[in-house]
């Protein structure tokens, strides 16, 4: 989210069907892939030909969702897609064969009403939430992501390149890159810029920040975009937390800010305020850092998520926040006096492994518990949190986060506001997955620990 941003996010206008039923016309489609995403925010489609476009732009489609990760028993399977006509569009690299447009759905149960396990739909409904008190919600996630080798098919565990951050010479995905951002730029994603990043093998594309919902909707197209791109260059693109040991692993950093629906500005901003922050940013703040670990297992959501979240690689795991200190958890990245329209928070911890809808919604409802009940924000920490010991960390209250899934899992089992954000429906199913692959993780057996015992003991 560039200190260039403007007050008011994208939002996104919904065509009529009429207009979208031209545009594939006109885009010589041949197919239409419904998408959604189940708990753990993986993409799921339903593809049909685009005769049947129409009646399903009008009246939904049928599917059977009990074999969806967190979406119904067998018994209550019925469901349907509804089409949000305003997310259309062609997917650059099927133009070729069966060109094929791309629509994101929400999911309804069969009496119409939205259904609760729907993670698009619980944003929305956190963003009703806001929209009733006035503002909407503006996010900027940074994704970080590695490209691997591929071997006669297989993914190689060699990371495609030896460059570092920012480098130019010894950077061979310089093109690759390209053909990703081209891709995005025709999938409607506004990309600012695009780099190498400190790891190995390991780069970044960022793209512009926009409302919440527009921002879930673009991360969850950015991933399986790259990862087709990387595919027609016989690489593999991983979003997974810590593929390597021994350096960076990859975050989500999430920038947030309040814009004012009745067009007054951005909410965060206050000239008068050191750190040019308002009373709600400075609420929202306390809320954030008062439930990071109630929320940490849904920004983190997978056992090697915590094996980023470690002292020394560059992501937090300390509960505070500060302007330039970037060990912080939340941090309030410099803006020029003349561009306090772009204050804004930056969240450090997120990794870009989480379902997007769930990691904004439980971070928006966070925000809103500390604003609703006036949480008073701790002072800064702009010293670097890794070099402070144990005993300076709890002489300031410094908490930490969760550092293993299992923890993350008790802790989101104590925050009755994390809960209630994510529904009954999708609380239930997210716990019982993170705890049956907290419970695989715990019965087996690493080579490290075969190299480190196996002869000793």
């Given at each position: ?82 089409p949000d006509r305003g997310t259309y569009a062609v997917i650059p690299w099927e133009r070729n064969g069966h060109a094929t447009a791309r629509l994101i ?161 951005n909410a965060f901003v206050d000239e008068n305020d050191p750190y040019g922050l308002s009373e709600v940013a400075r609420s929202f703040m306390a809320g ?170």
């Open positions: 989210m560039a200190s260039t941003a403007e007050t008011r996010g994208v939002t996104r206008a919904e065509p009529g069907i009429a207009e979208v039923l031209g545009r594939a016309e006109q885009d010589q489609v041949d197919f239409v892939s419904m998408q959604f995403t189940d708990v753990m925010g993986i993409v799921k489609h339903v593809v049909m030909p685009v005769a049947e476009l129409e009646e399903a732009l009008t009246n939904g489609v049928w599917f059977d969702g009990s074999s969806i990760e967190g979406f119904t028993r067998i018994a209550e399977s019925d469901m349907f897609l509804m759905c929400d999911v309804h149960k069969p009496n119409g009403d939205p259904f609760p396990g729907d993670p698009r739909g619980v944003l929305k409904r956190q963003l009703a939430r806001l929209a009733g008190l006035g503002y909407g919600y503006n996010i900027g996630p940074e994704l970080e992501f590695f490209l691997f080798k591929q071997e006669n098919g297989q993914i190689a565990p060699l990371p495609h390149d030896k460059a570092g951050y920012f480098d130019v010479s010894t950077d061979l995905a310089s093109d690759v890159r390209k053909d990703m951002v081209k891709a995005l730029l025709e999938m409607g994603i506004t990309v600012e810029q695009a780099h190498h990043e400190v790891a190995i093998g390991q780069h970044e594309i960022d793209f512009r920040y926009a409302d919440a919902l527009v921002t879930a909707d673009n991360a969850i197209t950015f991933k399986y975009t790259l990862k087709a791109i990387a595919q027609k260059h016989g690489l593999h693109a991983t979003f997974m937390p810590k593929p390597l040991e021994g350096i960076n692993g990859s975050g989500m950093h999430t920038h947030q800010s309040f814009y004012r629906l009745d067009g007054g500005g954030l850092l008062a439930h990071a670990r109630g929320m940490a297992s849904v920004f983190a959501p997978i056992v090697n998520s915590y094996r980023r979240l470690v002292p020394g690689f560059e992501a937090p795991v300390y509960i505070g926040w500060a302007n330039t200190n970037r060990s912080a958890l939340i941090r309030v990245p410099a803006v020029r006096p003349h561009k306090r329209v772009a204050t804004r928070v930056e969240l450090r911890c997120p990794d870009p492994s989480c379902n997007p809808y769930l990691a904004f919604a439980t971070m928006l409802a966070c925000g809103l518990d500390g604003i609703e009940n006036k949480l008073p924000l701790p002072e800064p920490v702009e010293e670097n949190l890794y070099h402070l010991t144990e005993e300076d960390l709890e002489r300031r209250n410094v908490g930490t986060l969760p550092s293993t899934l299992g923890e993350a899992v008790a802790e989101l089992q104590k925050d009755a506001v994390v809960r209630e954000a994510l529904g009954e429906h999708i609380y239930t199913h997210l716990v019982d997955a993170q705890k049956q692959e907290w419970d695989a993780f715990r019965q087996h057996v690493t080579a490290w620990e075969r190299e480190r015992y196996l002869e000793i003991y």
